[in-house]
């Protein structure tokens, strides 16, 4: 996936509710869930994060409120990822562990891993229903009066016919909103099983997110992050474009800072580089996945682009917006990537003027057709790699953070972390530290960047008055 962001369990702690009453009452085809406590379990990326923030809030309008923490839950809805083998592994053990934790509650999973492998995930003692991708809307229609079940069922459809778009915007664990704006992938890159686990890309309106946007205004919001799996790909369901959705997102005065999560290098045009350093809201910071700086890598990847595009992208992107922050996915190890071609491509990368490297470890997904190229890299030498290239992102991030010293910025205060000092985020993404007694979370403040903390990952700053 373009997006395959750090491997993150959260037990999603918005939207208490209470209830006093105890009981299950039907309405409709639809249960009440009055007294019932449901928990929710997220692995996986941001996009996952946001779904699971709406199946939250469908079951909480039916009457459900969320477990406290150590409270044995009655519903426990986990939604799960497969992007690498390791995923697969953590999502059984957090299903272990939850139906350990939470005796005789009704277990449904979600998620890639549940529709890449229904059977597998229904075969786990405790688990009831098991839904792909195209009922994860359906949640509470597949709750079965909180019967417990003796063995597993599954809902899912082919790849194919995967044609839902669960709507979704939700705070995050800190202060950003995620507003999901796409779903799914046409590109079958050949290490990625996202197309198989998401289905074809598919999008919302630019009516409806601009709606949506503006709610989160007027919920408090003030930065937004668009999120989705191809989302450069935006329009093919709505005859629209991502440059008319950007374009027509700026104008939420609501929102004080939109941020574009991921997007494909091919898909970055120019159009959207020139609006983005002109425009009222967008901030100058980009996340684009190169994945390999080696031409011969790339196709055996099946990526639609030579790196020469992705050069002049990053050029581009200099020459409108020369503070701007540019993080760049990387995978290491790929099968077909031999030493000499890993130098070319860590060459090529040292070359990029961007400012952090987001490095990732093949790994080998069944189905793939990346399974069909006969050189493999072993693990050590995988490692090797991955150690270098990290090196590498800490040199060039240490040297952007240290060329903004002196400068004046804003920074959006995040919420802070129990016994650290506040901290936020400059329009460019720098993180900074402040003294938490100045600030106030959700704030916009102007700041003097001082030096590197001691960490060395954030700047020290004090406040312009
Ligand atoms: S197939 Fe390629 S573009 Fe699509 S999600 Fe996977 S890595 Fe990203």
Known sequence: MAHRSSFIVIRVSDYLLNSRCNSIVLMGNQFSLIGKSASFYTLGCKLNFSETSTIMRQLIEAGAHKAARGEKADICVINTCSVTEVADKKCRQAIHKIVRENPGAYIVVTGCYGQLQPGTVADIPGVDIVLGQDHKGSVLENLNGLRKRDHGISKTVGTNDIKNFVPSCSRGDRTRFFLKVQDGCDYYCTYCTVPYARGHSRNASIESLVEQARQAGQEGGREIVITGVNIGDFGKTTGESFIGLIKELDKVEEIARYRISSIEP?????????????????????????????????????????????????????????????????????????????????????????????????????????????????????????????????????????????????????????????????DNYIRVELDSAQVQENSLVKVLLGGLNTAGDALNASIIK
Do not use: W
């Open 266 to 426: 091919n898909l970055l045009t120019d159009e959207v580089i020139d609006f983005v350093a002109g425009s009222r809201a967008f901030m100058p910071h980009f996340h684009i996945p190169l994945q390999s700086g080696s031409n011969e890598v790339l196709k055996l990847m099946h990526r639609r682009y030579e790196r020469e595009v992705f050069a002049q992208k990053v050029a581009r992107i200099k020459s409108v917006m020369p503070d701007a922050f540019i993080g760049v996915d990387v995978i290491v190890g790929m099968r077909g990537e031999t030493d000499e071609l890993f130098e070319d491509a860590y060459r090529f990368i040292e070359s990029l003027d961007v400012t952090q490297l987001h490095v990732f470890s093949y790994s080998e997904r069944p189905g793939t057709a990346a399974l069909r190229i006969p050189y493999k890299v072993s693990p050590q030498c995988k490692h090797e790699r991955s150690q270098r290239l990290l090196e590498l992102s800490d040199s060039k991030t240490r040297a952007f953070y240290e060329s903004h010293i002196g400068r004046e910025a804003t920074v959006l205060v995040e919420r802070p972390k129990r016994g650290m000092p506040a901290h936020g985020f400059t």
